[in-house]
């Protein structure tokens, strides 16, 4: 009989499976898969056509009878057949000759209800893993983010993503305070697009409003104004029009949103024990997530706060790189996961 070494074999793997975007880590080959968490659907062929920034691409502009869906909402699973697909084509991409020797570590956000774990769960058991793992996005963030976790000394760390914002406090590789709201990235968007029926009567998509969150959005007054023209169905004569969208018009859109991730995070702050708070005040507040390249978002922080707040490198990769440490390094870091189930590794 021919003994297989296992460990050689495996490719235990890294995924963040985000509202937004779906990001995979292969042990041993980095950064494999980023793309957006979408899928489109053929519903008279009953099956899926197309998978991430190909999906992206037809979002809000589809025939009837196909449909672009997002599978995933204020990071949980919405739709479970739809994201059981995605992950299974995603890692189709990847050796998936290897899947059946892999361990999954899958970032989830936290406070997530035992359904909703077990929906990530199955999902990813579906694609053919040999087990899952969950980790909380804030600890995996914290472990991208190179911050020692393990120390009895306190990490704050805000997630701004597309569906949730995570707010947690870490230290002795625990969560001490985690609160999670689902105002984030999406959130903005649709502000944005609200902002424009009211304010212009022009009616914007998802994706028009997302362009000018990221070409012209902050939430603090800069000293270069931004513009952006953007196009879209005027709500009177139903025809098409262009206006020119201004920064400090963007920052009204967004203000109430902006005001509620601050009172969170102060009100986490208020909760935490006061020597951690201390442990705060000396390590800064790290910022991670799509939603933290907002300009601004660190200053503004900061003022509200009286905390250095700095934004991670890479903030948009930063959860899928503390799974892949976790890949990387399985048994170091195991005590940090949350062990549901999976088939047993022989
Ligand atoms: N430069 C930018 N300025 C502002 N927002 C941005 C920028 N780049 C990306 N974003 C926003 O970041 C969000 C995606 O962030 P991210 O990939 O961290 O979310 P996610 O992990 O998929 O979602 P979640 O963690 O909530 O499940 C989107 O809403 C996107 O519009
Ligand atoms: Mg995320």
Redesign the pocket.
Known sequence: MIKINLPFFRKDIGI?L????TLIYVRGQGLVVNEP?IVAFNNRLNRVVAIGREAKKMLNRTPSHISAVRP?AN?VISDFEMTQEMVKRFLKMIAPQMLGYARVVVGV?TNLTEVERKSVEDAVMGSGAASVYLIA?PMAAALGANLDISEPNAKMII?I????TDIAVISLDGLVRANRLKI???K??EDIIRFMRDEFKLVIGEPTA?EI??AV?SVLPRGEKLEIAARGRDLATGLPREIIVKDSQIRLALQRSIRSIIDATKEVIENTPPELVGDIYRNGIYLC???S??RGIDELLNKETSVAVKVVDDP?TC?LRGTGLVADNFDHYKGLLDILSGKAIV
């Open positions: 963040d985000g509202t937004a975007n968490s995933l990071g956000p996005q997630d993503g597309g569906g949730t984030a990235g999406d903005f968007d997302e969150k990221i959005g997530g799509g939603g390249l907002l948009l959860v």
